[in-house]
């Protein structure tokens, strides 16, 4: 099984992007192949019914909808923003949708937040499962936020908590076993 993974973040030092990476190493432990993309090297405008129809879908959207395809099942970070999905992320989404086929339809998504604050971005969890299920992603049930996400991991990058490494460890084995 092919996993992407990526974070719903820019930023170099970003948690999230952390959390996707140990992800897909746990899920490589647990038999998956797969690879980390950083969405800041797919920029895009932000969407503009006008760059659409003057120059189409961006280049970066088409190339992240093909990592998508050759994929059998996504899991993604995501940082909440102002108890939201963060623009970045929605707007990579909006892009995604226009470009037809749509690629994302039909896979399957295991959603994830961190955030340095107390609830870990559930917020963005729930508001962010709208709309993928709007494009047909099949959304895990099963979702997980990490609250005090700036003190979890290591300086490599590593999850520190074993409590939570066995939690991320026994959702990916249930996810993988899921989508197999
Ligand atoms: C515009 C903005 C809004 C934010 N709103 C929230 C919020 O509602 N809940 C929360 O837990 N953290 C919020 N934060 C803090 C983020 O969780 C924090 O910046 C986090 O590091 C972002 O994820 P990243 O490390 O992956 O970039 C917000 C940050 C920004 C920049």
């Known amino acids: 099984m092919k996993i992407l993974t ?32 950083d969405l800041k090297d797919y920029p895009m405008p932000v969407y503009d019914g006008d760059i659409e ?26 940082p909440e923003y102002n108890g939201s999905i963060p623009g970045i992320l929605k707007n990579a989404l909006d892009w995604l949708s226009r470009d037809k086929p749509v690629t994302i339809t039909g896979k399957h998504l295991l959603l994830l937040a961190a955030s340095p604050g107390a609830l870990g971005g559930i917020r963005a969890l729930w508001h962010s499962r709208q709309p993928f ?25 590593k999850l520190k908590d074993e409590k939570t490494i066995q939690r991320l460890k026994t959702t990916l084995e249930q996810f993988i076993k899921h989508v197999g």
């Open 6 to 37: 990526f974070a719903g973040s820019l930023r170099t030092d970003s948690c999230n992007k952390k959390f996707a990476r140990e992800a897909l190493r746990l899920a490589k432990e647990a038999g998956a192949e797969g690879e980390f993309i």
């Open 53 to 78: 129809t003057n120059s189409g879908i961006p280049e970066t959207t088409v190339a992240l909808g093909k990592k998508i395809a050759a994929a059998d099942a996504i899991i993604i970070s995501t």
């Open 133 to 157: 299920e709007v494009l047909g992603v099949h959304v895990y049930p099963d979702m997980i936020a990490l609250p005090n996400a700036y003190n979890m991991f290591d300086e490599q990058g």
